[in-house]
C-alpha cells in the first residue's frame, strides 16, 4: 500500500488493526509525517514554555532511612510529584536486560506482535497497543507499547511473550525492594508508621508494566510521543533509555522541566491514587513525551497500584489532620476505565474523584 498518501481510515487500519503499530509507519521512512499523527498546538510541547535550567530531583537512595534523605524524598513528592533516584539497589544487569528484552519484543515481526492485539491476545492481561485510545483519539500518539498486568508468576509464563516474559519478571521481582523503600518514607511523611500486610495490599497491590517503544519520527515538532497525562498508579517506576523526551509540568506553572535522563537512575512519579490518598499533599503531575528524528527510544514504566476491587480515598490518618476533605471514595477500578476510555487530557481524569 502507498502509505504516504493514503486516506487515514487506511493508515488506522494499517497501524492498529493489522498491528504494524507506528513503528511500521516510521520504517516506511516518509518524508512528512501523515495526519493521523499531527496534534493539534496545545497537545505539542511549547518549548517556549520549558525551563532549560531546571532539573527535577536526584536522590541518592542509599541512606534512606537518614532523615534528611526522607525529608528530601517527601519535599519532591508535594513539590514536584517527580524524583530520580540513584544507588537504589536495583541490579544493573536487570536493568539491561529489561531494555534489551523491550528492543527485541519491538524487533518482532508484526506477524508476532499482533498475536498480542486486544482481539487476538491470549490473556486480557497482555496487550500490544498503539497510541492511547485509538478508538477516540483524534491524533494518534506516536508511541507503541507492550502492557502487562501481573496477576501470577504462572499466568505470565503461560501468556506473556517469551522474548521478554524472563526479563519482565525478573525486572518486577527486583524492583519490589526499591518499590516498598520509597513507599515507607512516603506513608511514614503521612503519619503512617509501618508499611504493613494491610497498606501494603491496598499502596501496591496491583502491578502493571509497559514496553514503550517511540519510533523515529519524520516531523516530531508536529506530533507527540505520549501526550501530556498524569498517571493513576500509586507511584510509578520509570526506566528510560539515555535519549530523552519526557518533560514534567512544573507545579503551579504553566513551564517544563525536562526529565534529563541519568544513567543507571530509575524516575519515581506520583499517580493519581497517591494524590486521592494524601488529599493532595502528594502530587500526581502532569507529564509527556515529545517524538524524536533521530533514535528510537524505549522506556518501562512499572505502575504500583492499589487493587481493582479496593475502594481508594483520603486516608483517615490524613484526613484526621485537616478540615478540606478533597476527594471522595471510589471503586479503583472504576477509576481505571475512566482513564482508559477517553483521550488523555492533562490532569483531568481525578475530576472524576473530586467531592
Ligand atoms: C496506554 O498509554 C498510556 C498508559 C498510561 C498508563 C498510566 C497508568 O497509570 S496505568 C495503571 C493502571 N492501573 C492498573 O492497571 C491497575 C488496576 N487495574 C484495573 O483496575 C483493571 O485491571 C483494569 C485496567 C480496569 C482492567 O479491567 P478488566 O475488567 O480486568 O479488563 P478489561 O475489561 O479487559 O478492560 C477494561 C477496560 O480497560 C481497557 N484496558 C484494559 N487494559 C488496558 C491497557 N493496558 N491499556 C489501555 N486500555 C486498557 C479495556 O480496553 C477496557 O475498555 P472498555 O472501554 O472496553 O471497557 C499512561 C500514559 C499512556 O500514554
Ligand atoms: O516514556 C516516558 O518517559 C514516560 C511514559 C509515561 O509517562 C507513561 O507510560 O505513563
Ligand atoms: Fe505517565
Not at 539491561?96 to 518482532?108: P, Q, S, V
Amino acid at each position: 500500500m502507498a502509505l504516504s498518501h493514503c486516506a487515514t481510515g487506511e493508515l488506522k487500519q494499517f497501524v492498529v488493526d493489522e498491528g504494524h503499530g507506528v513503528k511500521g509507519v516510521s520504517e516506511l521512512k516518509l518524508k512528512t509525517l501523515p495526519e493521523l499523527f499531527i496534534q493539534p498546538v496545545e497537545r505539542r510541547l511549547d518549548v517556549s514554555k520549558v525551563l532549560p535550567n531546571e532539573l527535577i530531583p536526584v536522590i541518592d537512595l542509599s541512606n534512606y532511612e537518614d532523615p534528611e534523605v526522607m525529608k528530601s524524598i517527601c519535599y519532591a513528592a508535594e513539590k514536584w510529584g517527580f524524583f530520580q533516584i540513584v544507588n537504589h539497589g536495583l541490579p544493573l544487569d536487570i536493568i539491561d536486560a529489561i531494555k534489551d528484552a523491550t528492543h527485541k519484543f519491538f524487533g518482532l515481526s508484526t506477524k508476532e506482535k499482533k498475536k498480542y492485539l486486544s482481539q487476538n491476545t491470549p490473556s486480557k492481561n497482555v496487550r500490544f497497543l498503539t497510541s492511547f485510545n485509538p478508538d477516540v483519539d483524534k491524533a494518534y500518539e506516536w508511541k507503541d507499547h507492550l502492557s502487562c498486568f501481573y496477576v501470577s508468576d504462572e499466568e505470565a509464563l503461560q501468556y506473556w511473550p517469551t522474548i521478554c516474559k524472563y526479563q519482565v519478571l525478573e525486572y518486577l521481582k527486583s524492583s519490589e525492594s526499591v518499590i516498598k523503600k520509597v513507599l515507607e518514607v512516603l506513608i511514614k511523611g503521612l503519619g503512617i508508621q509501618e508499611l504493613d500486610e494491610t497498606n501494603q495490599l491496598f499502596l501496591m497491590g496491583s502491578k502493571r508494566i509497559n514496553l514503550n517503544y517511540y519510533p523515529v519520527c519524520p516531523n516530531p515538532e508536529l506530533s507527540i510521543g505520549a501526550s501530556g497525562h498524569s498517571d493513576v498508579s500509586t507511584l510509578t517506576v520509570l526506566l528510560q533509555d539515555q535519549i530523552g523526551g519526557l518533560y514534567v509540568k512544573k507545579l503551579d506553572s504553566d513551564k517544563w522541566v525536562h526529565v534529563t535522563p541519568v544513567k543507571d537512575s530509575l524516575t519515581i512519579n506520583i499517580g493519581d491514587a497517591l494524590q486521592i490518598m494524601s488529599n493532595g499533599r502528594y502530587k500526581s503531575v502532569e507529564h509527556k513525551v515529545v517524538a524524536n528524528g533521530h533514535d528510537n527510544r524505549i522506556s518501562v514504566p512499572i505502575f504500583v497500584n492499589p487493587r481493582p476491587s479496593d475502594v481508594i480515598g483520603p486516608l483517615p490518618e490524613v484526613i484526621n489532620s485537616v478540615d478540606n476533605i478533597l476527594y471522595k471514595h471510589v471503586l479503583y477500578s472504576d477509576y481505571v476505565k475512566h482513564f482508559f476510555r477517553k483521550s488523555t487530557n492533562g490532569k483531568d481524569t481525578i475530576d472524576f474523584a473530586k467531592k
